[in-house]
T-cell receptor
Framework: EAGVVQSPRYKIIEKKQPVAFWCNPI?????LYWYLQNLGQGPELLIR????????DSQLPKDRFSAERLKGVDSTLKIQPAELGDSAVYLC????????????FGPGTRLLVL | GENVEQHPSTLSVQEGDSAVIKCTYS??????FPWYKQELGKGPQLIID?????GEKKDQRIAVTLNKTAKHFSLHITETQPEDSAVYFC???????????FGTGTRLTIIP
């Protein structure tokens, strides 16, 4: 069974540029998560989707971050414009459901903003 | 909200010895506690988890214990091997909350 797929794996951009990350969850997983992981820290939830509905986006900085999950499968996370402090690893995870189900993580996208 | 503290931040053990990582949580409603292993350049991978209706769970060389009264849980790795070297994260969540709160991680180094 294929795991969570993310692309790109690495991205280097200049500040004020836009950037987008893509995630394909495990087949059949209805719940999708985007996490932010700063260096030396644990992942922090940005947004959680149940199918195509964003049910928890309280930690998403909505002035510059946006996300979508069209058709309840793949998801895209966008930053526009990027700031130096956005340099981090962006992780995508998925689970069958959200009520205590195991979350499976992708390899992450490492973003460096110069 | 939930707050998870993890200790130690770094741990070095001789190959073959045991390693123990401890976490405490603040929300008494939390009832699901997974442990993740993260190798360099990779995403976190689930290695073991425990739910609040049990006090201990074991999977070969890895075990997790849970003390709900004291609100702490621990990861035990026995007969450590070089491939156990990684960063380990504990986490906690509860039904109805669905938000996984992670600890700050423990960098485990196995000395050959």
């Amino acid at each position: 069974e294929a795991g969570v797929v993310q692309s790109p794996r690495y991205k280097i951009i200049e500040k004020k540029q836009p950037v987008a990350f893509w995630c394909n969850p495990i087949s059949g997983h209805n719940t999708l998560y985007w996490y932010l992981q700063n260096l030396g820290q644990g992942p922090e939830l940005l947004i959680r989707y149940e199918n195509e509905e964003a049910v928890d986006d309280s930690q998403l900085p909505k002035d510059r971050f946006s996300a979508e999950r069209l058709k309840g499968v793949d998801s895209t996370l966008k930053i526009q414009p990027a700031e130096l402090g956005d340099s981090a690893v962006y992780l995508c995870a998925s689970s069958l459901g959200s009520r205590g189900e195991t979350q499976y993580f992708g390899p992450g996208t490492r973003l460096l903003v110069l | 909200g939930e707050n998870v503290e993890q200790h130690p931040s770094t741990l070095s053990v001789q190959e073959g010895d045991s390693a123990v990582i401890k976490c405490t949580y603040s929300d008494s409603a939390s009832n699901y506690f997974p442990w993740y292993k993260q190798e360099l350049g990779k995403g976190p991978q689930l290695i073991i988890d425990i739910r609040s209706n049990v006090g201990e769970k074991k999977d070969q060389r890895i075990a997790v214990t849970l003390n709900k009264t004291a609100k702490h849980f621990s990861l035990h790795i026995t007969e450590t091997q070089p491939e156990d070297s990684a960063v380990y994260f504990c986490a906690a969540t509860s039904f109805g909350n669905e938000k996984l709160t992670f600890g700050t991680g423990t960098r485990l180094t196995i000395i050959p």
